[in-house]
């Protein structure tokens, strides 16, 4: 009996076996078969959210970084930078990505080929080529005449905001992720251009962290602040859950009407508004990053995706490609998960107080220039 029992054991051990042999041949043949190349340029950018060429450029940027597999049956580079790309276009799960006719992948080929592809846009060559604060004067000046020739707003070195990209309860700190709508999260400081370009991204906090305590932390908090002390008329654009400060700019809550501070305060808003922009095309390029989508990885690898995002969006971005539509449901839905900052309470003393001061002083110089410039 017992030999039997062994037996009929056995006997399924190696159905089972064929049967994972069978079905790893049918997704090679799959692969083999798939030409996604073949596509329509229009189905192409739908499905991948890059142009054919691009995509090729991409490959051969990352696969410096990609792991070389000399087995029989290894996933090229083309098809591993496919599928990552699918995902972070769809946010869908990875074994519906790993179905697709275009793919032939199961479920943890998936996930290796977006973890592998992840990583390498966040190689440091990558990150450096794509994501980059301006680091020379001219450079600075270039970003300065774009915000001034849009809408008039001097000095503007960039708009800064912070957007939640959900995800798993993480096994580790998980107060840190828990934020105030009761979801975990990565809160993401993003800084960027008037052609919405991302110049800085920091993913390193968790949903429960203020966006003033990001932007305190950050390095490049200290290097604004280092440009203002070197006598540069620069700052950033924030929204009045930053604290004021010469070099971060934030609106006047309830100015008079028709009054300098109310001009200030629209031009500053109109201005501030091309971040909220850059973080809805984002979005709606890569929609894993949405709210309500839910990454189910860890929270170091959700921070490696943001930023994988981020680079693509800035490639998206010199290469002047489409936006894609974000059903209005998707938006809503994205909006209502994110958490709006209140102003900062409290009274400033000691340096704060100085600071707090001086940022009101330089405010107030903008004011009466805005105020006395002439208007369309």
Known sequence: MARAVLLIEALEVEDRRFQSRTTARLRRSLRDQAKALELSDSEFKAHYRLTKELFQDLCTELKPYMVASRRKTKINVECKVLTALSFYATGSYQKPVGMSYLHG??????????????????TYNMLKKYINFPGTRQERQAIINGFSNKYGFPGCLGCIDSTHVAM????????????RKHYHSRNVQIICDSDLNIINIDASFGGATHDAHIWKNSQISQHVQELHNRGEAVWLLGDSGYPLRPWLLTPI????????????????????????????V??????????????????????????????????????????????SSDILEDQNNQIPQQPLQGVAVGAEQQLLASGRQQRELIVQRLWSAPRP
């Open 253 to 280: 809550v309830n100015a008079e009407p028709v009054s300098a501070y109310e001009h200030y305060t629209n031009m500053h808003c109109l201005t501030r508004n091309t971040v909220e922009r850059c973080i809805g």
């Open 105 to 122: 992948l199961c479920q943890a080929s998936v996930s290796n080929a977006v973890k592998e592809v992840t990583m390498a846009l966040n």
């Open 282 to 327: 984002l979005k709606a390029r890569w929609r894993c990053l949405l709210a309500h989508r839910v990454l189910h990885y860890n929270h170091h690898m959700v921070a490696k995706i943001i930023n994988a995002c981020a680079v693509l969006h800035n490639m998206c971005n010199r290469h002047r490609l489409p936006i894609p539509q974000l059903p």
């Open 168 to 179: 798993i309860r993480p096994t580790e700190h998980e107060e840190r992720f828990f934020n």
